[in-house]
C-alpha cells in the first residue's frame, strides 16, 4: 500500500490521444520521414546487445562508410544528434592545450570554438560574416601561424545556405602536420563528399536532414592519422560517453569482444539502417543529382517572385539548404508564420549570425522534388501579398 497520498494527479492532455499536424518540412531540418523509415521505426524492440543488433549496427557502418565514401574502420554510429558527433570528435582530439583553428563562418563554427575553449584548448577562430567561405591561402595563413592540431570546417553551413570547397584542404593540412575535421550535417547526401580522397581525417554527419531518419543519431569516422592522435593522447577524453575507445569496441570497430557502454536508441537505429539502405539503393550521385536539379529550380522560381538568393556565387550554394535575403520592409516572422498557418509548410528564420538575414528552405532527401519547390514558392508569394510590410 502507498503510504503518502498523490500531491500530483495525472496530467489532463496525457488523458487525450496524441495528435501530429501533417505539415511539410522544408526548413533546414528535420525532414519529413519516408514510408520505409516511419515502419522501421514502428517494429519490436530486441536486445540492445543482441546479435541481431550487433548485425544491426556493423551494417550501419558499411552504409557510413559507403555515404562518407571511406574504408576507415574506426567508423560508427553515435547516440545523439550530430552536435554529440561534433562534441565527441573534439573531446577525443582535443586536449588541454593543444592549438585548434575554426572556420568559424555560421553557427556551427561557433559551436566548435565554444567547445574546444571548455576543453582548454588553445582556440583560433577565423571569423568571417555570414555567407563567407574560406580559401586553401587563407587557411595556409592561419595554419602557419598557429600551428594547429586540428582544423574545422563546415561544408554545409546551414545557417548561411553556404556550400565550403573542400578539394585541397586535406593535402594541405597533412602538409603542416594538422587534422582536418569537417561537418557534413547539412550536406551529406545531398552533394558530393569523398571523405577519403579529400584526406578528411574526421568527418560526421547528423540522421535528420537528407537521410530523412528521426533525429538522435549521427555518423563519424576517423581517419588513421586521428586515431593515432586519439590513442595516443596523454589524459582521458573529459567524457566517458563519448570516449571513442569504449565506442569503438561496443560499435564493433575493434578485434576485442564487444563490452557494454551504454544502452543504444534500438529503434532509432533501426530507422537509420533503412535510410542508408535506400540511399544505397537510390546511388549516391543519383542524390547528389536530385538535390542540384531541384535546388536549381527552387532558385528560378524564387528569383522569378522577385527574391534575393543571400549566398551570390552559385558554385558555393548548399543543395539541401538555400538562404534567402528577408525582403526588405518585411519582418522574416511573419512569412514564417504565414506559410506553416495557411499552407502547413515549415521553413524557416535565420539562426546564430544570419538571424533577422535570411529565410532558410530546405529540400531534404525525398523532399528534393519540383512538386515541393512549387507549393512552397505559391506559398511565399501568397506570404508576401498578405503580409504587413512596413513603409521604408
Known amino acids: 500500500m502507498a503510504s503518502h497520498k498523490l500531491l500530483v494527479t495525472p496530467p489532463k492532455a496525457l488523458l487525450k490521444p496524441l495528435s501530429i499536424p501533417n505539415q511539410l518540412l522544408l526548413g533546414p531540418g528535420p525532414s519529413n520521414l519516408p514510408p520505409r523509415i516511419m515502419a522501421a521505426g514502428g517494429l519490436q524492440m530486441i536486445g540492445s546487445m543482441s546479435k541481431d543488433m550487433y548485425q544491426i549496427m556493423d551494417e550501419i557502418k558499411e552504409g557510413i562508410q559507403y555515404v562518407f565514401q571511406t574504408r576507415n574502420p574506426l567508423t560508427l554510429v553515435i547516440s545523439g544528434s550530430g552536435h554529440c558527433a561534433l562534441e565527441a570528435a573534439l573531446v577525443n582530439v582535443l586536449e588541454p592545450g593543444d592549438s585548434f583553428l575554426v572556420?568559424?563562418?555560421?553557427?556551427?563554427?561557433?559551436?566548435a570554438v565554444d567547445i574546444g575553449e571548455r576543453i582548454g584548448a588553445r582556440v583560433h577562430p577565423m571569423t568571417k560574416d555570414p555567407g563567407g567561405h574560406y580559401t586553401l591561402q587563407e587557411v595556409e595563413e592561419g595554419l602557419a601561424q598557429h600551428k594547429p592540431v586540428l582544423l574545422?570546417?563546415?561544408?554545409?553551413?546551414s545557417s548561411t545556405g553556404v556550400l565550403q570547397p573542400l578539394d585541397g584542404f586535406g593535402e594541405l593540412c597533412h602538409r603542416y602536420k594538422c587534422?582536418?575535421?569537417?561537418?557534413?550535417?547539412a550536406s551529406l547526401g545531398g552533394t558530393p563528399l569523398y571523405m577519403d580522397r579529400q584526406g578528411i581525417d574526421i568527418l560526421y554527419s547528423g540522421s535528420q536532414k537528407a537521410l530523412n531518419a528521426p533525429p538522435g543519431t549521427s555518423l563519424i569516422s576517423f581517419s588513421d592519422k586521428a586515431k593515432k592522435k586519439m590513442y595516443s593522447r596523454k589524459t582521458k577524453p573529459f567524457s566517458f560517453y563519448l570516449d571513442i575507445k569504449w565506442l569503438a569496441n561496443f560499435k564493433g570497430c575493434d578485434d576485442q569482444p564487444r563490452m557494454y557502454h551504454h544502452t543504444i536508441p534500438v529503434i532509432s537505429l533501426y530507422s537509420l539502417r533503412e535510410s542508408l539502405a535506400l540511399i544505397a539503393e537510390q546511388g549516391l550521385e543519383n542524390s547528389w543529382r536530385q538535390h542540384r536539379e531541384a535546388a536549381a529550380y527552387l532558385h528560378g522560381r524564387l528569383q522569378a517572385l522577385g527574391l534575393q538568393l543571400f549566398v551570390k556565387d552559385p558554385a558555393l550554394r548548399l543543395p539541401t539548404v538555400t538562404t534567402v535575403a528577408v525582403p526588405a520592409g518585411y519582418d522574416w516572422r511573419d512569412i514564417v508564420s504565414y506559410v506553416i498557418d495557411h499552407f502547413d509548410i515549415e521553413i524557416m528564420g535565420g539562426l546564430g549570425p544570419s538571424t533577422g538575414k535570411v529565410l532558410r528552405i530546405g529540400l531534404l532527401g525525398c523532399n528534393a522534388t519540383r512538386e515541393n519547390v512549387d507549393r512552397v514558392t505559391e506559398a511565399l508569394r501568397a506570404a508576401l501579398q498578405h503580409c504587413p510590410k512596413k513603409k521604408l
Not at 103 to 111: D, F, H, P
Not at 152 to 157: D, K, Y
Open 103 to 111: 572556420g568559424a563562418n555560421g553557427i556551427w563554427g561557433q559551436r
Open 152 to 157: 574545422f570546417l563546415t561544408h554545409g553551413e
Open 179 to 185: 587534422l582536418l575535421l569537417v561537418d557534413s550535417v
